[in-house]
């Protein structure tokens, strides 16, 4: 398949999207600078959490729609998630995204140890995956199903319909030291050259 040709899953619009921009974040246009002895270890230590895949990291073809269970009842739906039942983690935090200025993005960073899986609770929002070799766009749009992302991907959320509500559960709890904020820095620790 063409890197730049739709196709659809589950009713999803996926995009593969080879030579679109490069995700906005602070210090795009600031030279990479080499790796400190720490972050040397932090990426040593995130690399090494994804061995035995047969793949020295995960990438954004690790990156899937899950679906959730439904029970369809008239009086209204229900739809529930059990920690390492449904998805493939178990999960220490949960927290959501609401009220998002028309036009704004979110996130704009890419975690070294967490996964998490992300729901449109209500409306709908794009999430641009980006692994520093191969990017793919997901648009969310129900509340039955969600998006596993483990570690080691660069995500952007963008397209926020009006009233949306983006649920995330994550593998740990909140942690600074988790985080690659600027988009140079995390393509020097995956060895990706932004495509």
Same mark, same amino acid.
């Given at each position: 398949?063409?890197?730049?040709?739709? &196709?659809?899953?589950? @009713?999803?619009?996926?995009?593969?999207?080879?030579?679109?921009?490069? =995700?906005?974040?602070?210090?795009? !246009?600031?030279?990479?600078?080499?790796?400190?002895?720490?972050?040397?270890?932090?990426? &040593?230590?995130?690399?090494?959490?994804?061995?035995?895949? @047969?793949?020295?990291?995960?990438?954004?073809?690790?990156?899937?729609?899950?679906?959730? =269970?439904?029970?369809?009842?008239?009086?209204?739906?229900?739809?529930?998630?059990? @920690?390492?039942?449904?998805?493939?983690?178990?999960?220490?935090?949960?927290?959501?995204?609401?009220?998002?200025?028309?036009?704004?993005?979110?996130? !704009?960073?890419?975690?070294?140890?967490?996964?998490?899986?992300?729901?449109?609770?209500? !409306?709908?929002?794009?999430?641009?995956?980006?692994?520093?070799?191969?990017?793919?766009?997901?648009?969310?749009?129900?509340?039955?199903?969600?998006?596993?992302?483990?570690?080691?991907?660069?995500?952007?959320?963008?397209?926020?319909?009006? @009233?949306?509500?983006?649920?995330?559960?994550?593998?740990?709890?909140?942690?600074?030291?988790?985080?690659?904020?600027?988009?140079?820095?995390?393509?020097?620790?995956? !060895?990706?050259?932004?495509?």
């Amino acid at each position: 398949m063409r890197n730049d040709q739709d &196709k659809v899953i589950r @009713g999803l619009s996926v995009t593969h999207r080879k030579g679109s921009r490069r =995700p906005s974040s602070p210090g795009q !246009g600031d030279s990479v600078v080499r790796l400190s002895p720490q972050r040397d270890l932090v990426k &040593k230590a995130a690399l090494a959490f994804h061995a035995g895949r @047969g793949d020295s990291r995960s990438g954004v073809r690790d990156c899937r729609i899950i679906d959730l =269970p439904k029970i369809a009842d008239p009086r209204g739906n229900l739809t529930f998630i059990e @920690g390492e039942n449904h998805l493939p983690f178990s999960f220490k935090r949960f927290f959501y995204l609401y009220d998002v200025p028309g036009g704004a993005d979110r996130a !704009g960073h890419a975690l070294k140890t967490c996964h998490q899986f992300i729901i449109a609770m209500s !409306g709908s929002f794009d999430l641009l995956l980006d692994d520093g070799k191969n990017r793919r766009r997901y648009h969310l749009n129900r509340s039955y199903y969600g998006l596993y992302i483990p570690p080691l991907i660069w995500r952007e959320i963008d397209n926020f319909s009006s @009233g949306s509500v983006c649920a995330v559960l994550a593998s740990d709890r909140y942690n600074e030291n988790d985080y690659f904020r600027d988009y140079p820095s995390f393509l020097e620790a995956v !060895g990706g050259n932004g495509r």
